[in-house]
């Protein structure tokens, strides 16, 4: 908004003073009616040259002076009233304009809280969804199964659900590995006993058992193999037998062979004899059924 009024920085009081001077001064004026009534005295005679000096000094001359300041005192508190009204009317002008801004500022702050009102609309639709007030106190009656809350809340009970159903795995889960570990351990003791043991970066060192009388499946296993090497064996050296006593009792009974010593018969002799000791051996111990082979 423009302003209206203006304002200068000088006062101007020559005019005033010029007309308020001509105004005390002239017409029907205090000062022209004391001249004239001077005057009529003068004519009449109530008054010599002396006398008439005197009261045109005393009386005309006060006069002078007092209409002159008092015109410059007028003039001077009219130019400052002028001002003063100047002064009135740019203020008033200036709280226009401040009122004019402040009016167009409350509308954009209305507009603005209307926005901030639809934006709290949506926010609590996407939020809370739709409530139902009673109409009377302003009470909450309910609201619909919808927006973030009311999802946020399903997710928390599924998430309660799932904690429930996580929990039971999980404790199946630590029944499932009890139950190995048992296995394992049971495994273990049944198969190699319990032992003691050190362990450094080259590997396990300084084993001894501590199962005491409990044996073994393993050393079971190594019994039951040792047994089936000297049933290796005993099969082994009785089916030498068998066939070099056969040929024994061939070579008897055909006459053709000689027995002295060093001859062939004296060697299947040796032969069947030594398959007779092996088998002896393989009922006896273990050591003598299987040789170590060095």
């Keep these: ?3 209206t009024a203006g304002v200068s920085n000088t006062i101007s009081i020559e005019d005033k003073y010029n007309t308020l001077v001509k105004q005390s001064l002239g017409g029907d004026s205090v000062y022209i009616r004391a001249k004239e009534t001077i005057q009529e005295l003068v004519t009449d005679g ?7 000096a005197e009261v045109i000094s005393s009386i005309l ?3 002078v002076n007092s209409i002159s300041g008092t015109c410059m005192s007028t003039a001077l508190e009219w130019a400052k009233f002028e001002k003063e009204i100047e002064l009135k009317k740019l203020e008033l002008d200036l709280q226009l304009a401040i009122l004019e801004h402040e009016v167009a500022l409350k509308e954009a ?4 809280v209307e926005i901030q009102n639809r934006l709290a609309l949506v926010e609590s639709r996407r939020m809370y969804g739709i409530g139902t007030f009673d109409v009377t106190t302003g009470a909450l009656l309910g609201l619909t199964d919808e927006g973030k809350v009311w999802n946020d809340m399903l997710l928390v009970t599924q998430n309660t659900t799932n904690a429930g159903v996580e929990e039971t795995l999980l404790t199946s889960k630590i029944r499932e590995s009890e139950v190995a570990i048992h296995k394992v351990v049971a495994d273990t003791y049944v198969n190699y006993g319990s032992y003691t043991f050190a362990h450094s970066p080259s590997g396990v060192t300084s084993v001894v058992p501590t199962h005491g009388a409990h044996v073994t ?8 193999a040792i047994e089936q090497g000297k049933g290796y064996a005993y099969n082994a050296w009785a089916n030498a037998l068998t066939g070099s006593a ?4 061939t070579a008897i009974a055909s006459d053709y062979f000689d027995f002295s010593n060093g001859s062939t018969g004296d060697v299947l002799l040796s032969t069947v004899l030594s398959c007779a000791e092996g088998l ?3 009922t006896t111990t273990t050591a003598e059924a299987i040789p170590e082979v060095v």
């Excluded at 109530?46 to 008439?52: E, I, S």
């Excluded at 702050?109 to 603005?112: A, F, L, R, T």
């Design 1 to 3: 908004m423009a302003t």
């Design 46 to 52: 109530a008054l010599d040259d002396a006398q008439k």
């Design 61 to 63: 001359g006060g006069a």
């Design 109 to 112: 702050q209305v507009d603005q």
């Design 217 to 224: 499946l393993s050393q079971t296993q190594k019994d039951i």
């Design 246 to 249: 056969s040929m024994l009792g």
């Design 280 to 282: 002896q051996k393989a």
